[in-house]
């Protein structure tokens, strides 16, 4: 049977894959812009215009001034890459094959959620090209403590309060979802986003929306910013509690990504220059993600926990 022809069997899945996230969690929680020519633009229209009353005599216009600015970034190209043995084909069963296409279709996935995660990141600390206020990212929180139900009604008060319409999403940590189940105001509330994403429907993605805002749990590997970002914990554990880390909230139109073109189904191409003729699979991404409108983000500092803690959440 020709490599090519693995996928189009339908197999048992039984191959075990590592926990890992599988990525695509952030898909359609952003704008789209507009690509061409290896450029993506998002057009960004500001200023405030003021009726006046009409007197009855002829008289000049009180003309009102409306800024248009356009946020552009380049497009990024990506690829992932992998060997292995055409003397292995005839040792891989269908369950194999399936876990080997699973896990370069998630390496696709995974970068979609980076470079979106990366520029909220970059759009905390910078300072917006704008030519309206507010230029910079408001922070919530120090790191010393972690979320709480506070800082969750104040996430949807300050950027629904500065007039942003579309959806609010806010992923957090389990643990720290766990942290705000403990107030029976949040746990008793009802998810109401975006239904049409797999993560919708997943039993393993918690969602809560909580005062306008769609909090998501996501696996640990998602947070790596902050001085106890993922990977900083001892021994097995993910975060280090003596560190913070940065996790966001943003309303859709807030932020622009991209994604002009992946492949998660992967080529595969025999290689007869190398010893064995061992087959090479690929996958690729071409985009981008990029800050937009600052009143819309928020940065929110917390304390890295790794378990919940009733006594934190105050009893609420």
């Not at 009353?53 to 690829?79: C, H, K, P, W, Y």
């Amino acid at each position: 049977m020709a490599v090519e022809n693995w996928f189009i069997e339908l197999i048992r899945d039984k191959t075990r894959l590592r926990y890992s996230q599988q990525g695509g969690y952030l898909d359609d929680t952003m704008t789209r812009g507009d690509g061409h020519a290896g450029e993506i633009k998002f057009p960004v229209a500001g200023g405030t215009i003021q009726m006046y009353e009409l007197s009855g005599a002829i008289q000049e216009i009180d003309a009102s001034n409306i800024n248009m600015d356009t946020v552009s970034l380049a497009i990024r190209d990506f690829e992932a890459a992998a060997y292995f043995r055409q003397q292995d084909v005839r040792k891989m069963g269908p369950s194999q094959q399936d876990a080997l296409a699973k896990l370069m279709a998630r390496s696709v996935r995974v970068k979609r959620d980076s470079l979106k995660f990366d520029a909220l990141n970059a759009f905390s600390t910078a300072t917006s090209p704008l030519t309206d206020a507010p230029v910079t990212v408001e922070t919530i929180g120090d790191g010393s403590a972690a979320i709480t139900l506070d800082q969750a009604v104040y996430i949807g008060d300050s950027i629904a309060g500065s007039g942003a319409e579309d959806d609010l999403f806010c992923p957090i940590p389990y643990a720290q979802f766990s942290q705000l189940m403990m107030y029976k105001q949040f746990s008793n509330s009802q998810y109401q986003g975006p239904t049409d994403q797999w993560w919708a429907a997943s039993a393993k993605v918690r969602l809560k929306t909580f005062q306008g805002v769609h909090f998501m749990a996501l696996p640990n590997a998602m947070f790596r910013f902050g001085t106890g970002a993922y990977g900083t914990g001892a021994g097995s554990l993910p975060f280090d509690p003596t560190g913070y880390i940065d996790t966001f909230a943003w309303a859709k139109d807030a932020i622009g990504s991209e994604i002009e073109w992946d492949q998660e189904n992967m080529t595969i191409d025999p290689q007869p220059q190398l010893k064995g003729t061992p087959n090479l699979c690929k996958v690729q991404l071409s985009g981008n993600a990029v800050g937009i409108l600052p009143e819309g983000v928020k940065r929110i500092r917390i304390k890295a926990i790794n378990q919940a803690a009733l006594a934190t959440a105050g009893g609420g």
